[in-house]
């Protein structure tokens, strides 16, 4: 269902890349992220 992929994934914009980046190397996050590059 949808809510289960708005539970899964979170958007975040490039400039945010960097520091989520080194959150998912030391294993901060879980499920999906999506970087929105526009």
Known sequence: PESF???A???IS???APNFA???INNQIQG???V???
Do not use: D, G, M
């Open 5 to 7: 992929y708005t539970q």
């Open 9 to 11: 994934a979170k958007e």
């Open 14 to 16: 490039l400039s945010e």
């Open 22 to 24: 080194e959150a998912i």
């Open 32 to 34: 999906r992220t999506l």
């Open 36 to 38: 929105k590059v526009n």
